[in-house]
DNA sequence: CCCACCTATATCTGAATTGATATAGTTTCG
DNA sequence: CGAAACTATATCAATTCAGATATAGGTGGG
């Protein structure tokens, strides 16, 4: 439920098209929040169903035309309303770390592989973000978050690097918390 | 579309029932991958299409019938080339840092607030993740590494909030990357 | 001129996900 | 004994999301 939100934070800085949007959502929000524009659209739709954004139509003597949005006093509301609000426990969804907890299934060879495959795509991330251009204040800030939360997973899978090469440790069959 | 291979994982370690595999989910992998149960029942079951896993029904004198579910040799294979795959780039889905980019619509008085509210949520994450059972070695250090996160993400957010404070600082009133 | 690429809006399908609800036996504690 | 909590499986509706596709004009280079 927090698109409509990123969106009129977006919205907050600068009137801007769906396509404008798009754009940022895609080079600096995505650390945090990602979408395509086949949500895009519908959730502005909403939004100014809501009243949280206005609609204005460009359209030029030449070329197609664009639809710019602009925030409205009630959506500046809202958008506060919701940076105060707690948020929700993080919805953990990283595929990539994710197969790291199974690495016992792999050769020795192949688990230095999987994990410098896995740190290699991190550091292109991190390469990705540092390129970015200037941002608002907070929205930099929290580049600069996602950025140290990359480089942070980077050093501790340098860590998991050296003791995967390990023969796998003698350990129980069954890790069963309880029993029946 | 790795909900399957995560309960893969998981029984690669142990044969387990439904119940089994929720609770795990919702205690030691939630930091990488979560699911409600609603999935979890249909994941099982096209995995058992598919050949990857075989089911037991046990059905005590006393007792409701339980449904134990036992890795294959097929699900072995899917396993193992899944953990090998390429991994996609992180699906960024973080509401609570995605709030801090837009700590701007707040008050001086309010940022702080927000920012200790969710410094306080990343805190209890720790101490719950810290209060673990023991587990499986790569999932141990799958663990470490999202405490770790967790606490950079901590670090990253004290200094945050030592600027938070500050007025906010002259910037240009747009941000167009680009110009019409 | 044509091709490739970019700007721009929009929709459709299918899959994944959430949150709620239903059912039913078991255990535990007071 | 009764209430609460736990074990266990399952389904539903609603929403979110990803990926593909359609349409159309504009721009720049070869």
Redesign the pocket.
Known sequence: ????HVLLGLLSENPS???????ALATDVAPVW?????????A??RLRRAGFVLLRVLAPQ???????YRITAAGRRELRRWVCEPA?PP?G?DEGLARMAFLDALSLEERRRAILQYDRGLAEEVRRLKAGTPLPRFRREVRRVAIERLESMRRSLRILLASAGTPPAALPARFDD?K?
């Open positions: 439920m927090s698109l409509p098209t769906g396509y404008d949007l798009a754009h990602r979408a395509e524009t086949s949500q895009i659209y519908p502005l739709a030449r070329g197609p035309r664009r639809n710019l929700p919805r969804k309880k029946k």
